[in-house]
Nanobody, 124 residues
Framework: VQLQASGGGLVQAGGSLRLSCTAS????????MGWFRQAPGKEREFVSG????????GYLDSVKGRFTITKDNVRNILYLQMNSLKPEDTAIYYC??????????????????WGQGTQVTVSS
């Protein structure tokens, strides 16, 4: 599976961005997908994940109510809508995917495929 993330940029605190991730190489509806982020000097952390058919989603506590993950299994695009952005959201954001059925979304080792990352910078 090849993943391509896009949509990052520079935004002021309180603003919004929408990240996108396209996948090729496997039927989109057969893979669980998610977003991670990594800030300078910090470990990569789980942000959000969504089940194969989009029926269930999970979020990092600090982004709940601000971020929304969606999965378009027709257009083969994963989205992360980020609203009310804060400076602490600044990081490189990575999309991830796995074909495994039962995983711990929070563990990077649960995910088999990674995109190249897109930079999100939130200024105060």
């Amino acid at each position: 599976v090849q993943l391509q993330a896009s949509g990052g940029g520079l935004v002021q605190a309180g603003g919004s961005l929408r990240l996108s991730c396209t996948a090729s190489g496997r039927a989109f509806s057969t893979i669980t997908m998610g977003w991670f982020r990594q800030a300078p000097g910090k470990e990569r952390e789980f942000v959000s994940g969504i089940s194969r058919r989009g029926g269930s989603a999970g979020y990092l506590d600090s982004v709940k109510g601000r971020f929304t993950i969606t999965k378009d299994n027709v257009r083969n695009i994963l989205y992360l809508q980020m609203n009310s952005l804060k400076p602490e959201d600044t990081a490189i954001y990575y999309c991830a995917a796995t074909s495994r059925l039962y995983i711990d979304w929070y563990q990077t080792t649960s995910w088999d495929y990674w995109g190249q990352g897109t930079q999100v910078t939130v200024s105060s």
